[in-house]
Structure formats: structure tokens, C-alpha cells
């Protein structure tokens, strides 16, 4: 069974560093085709991809948040790491990780998202 | 490429059919649209992906559908339970991923 859980700060100010780890099980980060997301959602506002790292490493950014953020994996410890800097009020937000899909042997593995992590609200304000 | 979904909300009776529309700015490669809901409070939960393959332990009253640039999420037979936010997502093109705005559907 997959479960995924992000941890990290309720509460930062203006300017700071956001820092969120999502540690999961049920899976491998060594496995060809797993990736962990990091989306978010604003109150009573749309979701937004941030971030995706998969097995071999590779890294794929939102462009509009592409210089703020890191997203980092750590396979012996299951866990995936983002980092958010220059945080700001209107990076107020639940923020999610959530597994990549494998759909099967003939579809395979896909950048849709199967299981998400409870998510976790953090607010920006001084 | 940038999803818009309609209607912005739906309100509708109990066993009533729910037509929710998401068009995409550009043709999204093979169809890799999925949809989510998200309920107030709790995770997004995957309905369909691929365009109309409903992931697992989704029941058969949600259906999805279309291809290009247009696609649709119909859910039949609603119950209170359906109250949520929709979000369409398309993953086909190179990232970045990007989600519809959302339809709330609200049961009367």
C-alpha cells in the first residue's frame, strides 16, 4: 500500500525559505518509472503543479516558479524534499505530494497522480 | 498549455447527470487528461486518467471522454456525496503539467 505524508512549517514569514519533506512508502525512488509531484492548492483556489523528481534523478519545474524551488530525493530514506524560497502571502497554500501513476503493463507509468499525501497548509504572513 | 473548464459551478438534483467540460489551448498529446476531485478538507482523489480510464476502485457512474483539445467528465446518477471541486489536469505535452481553474458541482 502507497501512503505518502508531508511535514514542514504551518507558519512562515515574508522572504524566507519554505522547506517541505514528503516521506513515503509502499514504493521505491530506485524503481524505473516512480516520480513524486508537489502540487498546491490556495484557498478557494485552483490546483498548481510545482515540482517533479522521478527515479533517474530528473527534475521538472513549474516555469513560473523555476528559480525558487529545489525538489530533491533521498531513496535510502524515502523521502522527497522541496524547497520554496522567497516565500511570499500569495504562497499561502495546502501543499500536496502525490506518486506517479502506473497504469499497467500496456499503459505503463504516466505524469497523471494516483495517491496524495494528506497535505499540508502553510500560511505566509508577517 | 492552459485548461479551461466549464461551467465555473453546476448545481444539480439527486440523480441527475453532471456534464463537466475541459478544453485545452493546444491538441494535448494521446489524450493525457485526467480528472480529480477534491472534496473540502480531504486529498484529491484520481477519477480518470488517459482521457477515460478510471482508476482504480473509481465507480462507473464517472466517466470521462474527448480527445484534442476538448474533453469531458460526465458523472451520472448523483448523490451528495459527488459535492466537490473538479479539476482536469493535462500531462501529455513536456512539463510543465498544468490543472484546470475547476467546477464546483454542488447538489441541491
Known amino acids: 500500500q502507497i501512503t505518502l505524508k508531508e511535514s514542514g512549517p504551518t507558519l512562515v514569514k515574508p522572504t524566507q525559505t519554505l522547506t517541505l519533506t514528503c516521506t513515503f512508502s509502499?514504493?521505491?525512488?530506485?524503481?524505473?518509472?516512480?516520480?513524486v509531484a508537489w502540487i498546491r492548492r490556495p484557498p478557494g483556489k485552483a490546483l498548481e503543479w510545482l515540482a517533479l523528481i522521478y527515479w533517474d534523478g530528473d527534475e521538472r519545474y513549474s516555469p513560473f516558479l523555476r528559480t525558487r524551488l529545489t525538489i530533491t530525493k533521498d531513496t535510502s530514506k524515502n523521502v522527497v524534499v522541496l524547497r520554496m524560497t522567497r516565500m511570499d502571502p500569495v504562497d499561502t497554500a495546502t501543499y500536496y505530494c502525490a506518486h506517479r501513476l502506473y497504469s499497467g503493463f500496456w499503459s505503463g507509468w504516466s505524469d497523471a497522480f494516483d495517491i496524495w499525501g494528506q497535505g499540508t497548509m502553510v500560511t505566509v504572513s508577517s | 498549455i492552459v485548461l479551461t473548464q466549464s461551467p465555473g459551478t453546476l448545481s444539480l438534483s439527486p440523480g441527475e447527470r453532471a456534464t463537466l467540460s475541459c478544453r485545452a489551448s493546444?491538441?494535448?498529446?494521446?489524450?493525457?487528461v485526467a480528472w480529480y476531485q477534491h472534496k473540502s478538507g480531504q486529498t484529491p482523489r484520481l477519477l480518470i486518467y488517459d482521457a477515460s480510464s478510471r482508476a482504480t476502485g473509481i465507480p462507473d457512474r464517472f466517466s470521462g471522454s474527448g480527445s484534442g483539445t476538448d474533453f469531458t467528465l460526465t458523472i451520472s446518477g448523483l448523490g451528495p456525496e459527488d459535492s466537490a471541486v473538479y479539476f482536469c489536469q493535462q500531462y501529455g505535452n513536456s512539463p510543465p503539467w498544468t490543472f484546470g481553474q475547476g467546477t464546483k458541482v454542488e447538489i441541491k
Open positions: 493546444e491538441s494535448i498529446n494521446s489524450n493525457y
Open positions: 509502499g514504493f521505491s525512488l530506485n524503481t524505473r518509472g516512480e516520480g
